[in-house]
């Protein structure tokens, strides 16, 4: 069993940053990438940002050049850097890895924090 636990998000203003934080515990063999999702009400779940083990980064479209993730592997910790927030940014944001737990492969998400952005 692998749990993620997220935490950072709030409240805040337009322009405003925030960093979330995704810790992964459990029986983690080997980690393939973490990863960030979102979703808003009435929307479908969408990718983030991701980080492979080997530190390759992808981000999606709407928050390239604002959010930035990274990894600290000692501690198996995603963050995720969000600067000039905007209202459409609001959702509730997901952790996601990627891996091995024993011989098996594993998904596993987070609970969810919100990210609330006000104009």
């Known amino acids: 069993q692998v749990q993620l636990v997220e935490s950072g998000g709030g409240l805040v203003q337009v322009g405003e940053s925030l960093r979330l934080s995704c810790v992964a515990s459990?029986?983690?063999?080997?980690?393939?990438?973490m990863g960030w999702y979102r979703q808003a009400p009435g929307k479908q779940r969408e990718s983030v940002a991701t980080?492979?083990?080997?530190?390759?980064?992808n981000y999606g479209d709407s928050v390239k050049g604002r959010f930035t993730i990274s990894r600290d592997n000692a501690k198996n910790t995603a963050y995720l850097q969000m600067n000039s927030l905007k209202p459409e940014d609001t959702a509730v944001y997901y952790c996601?890895?990627?891996?091995?737990?024993?011989?098996?492969?594993?998904?596993?998400w987070g609970q969810g924090t919100q990210v609330t952005v006000s104009s």
């Open positions: 996601n890895l990627r891996g091995w737990s024993s011989a098996s492969y594993v998904s596993s």
């Open positions: 980080i492979t083990s080997a530190g390759s980064t």
């Open positions: 459990g029986s983690i063999s080997s980690i393939i990438a």
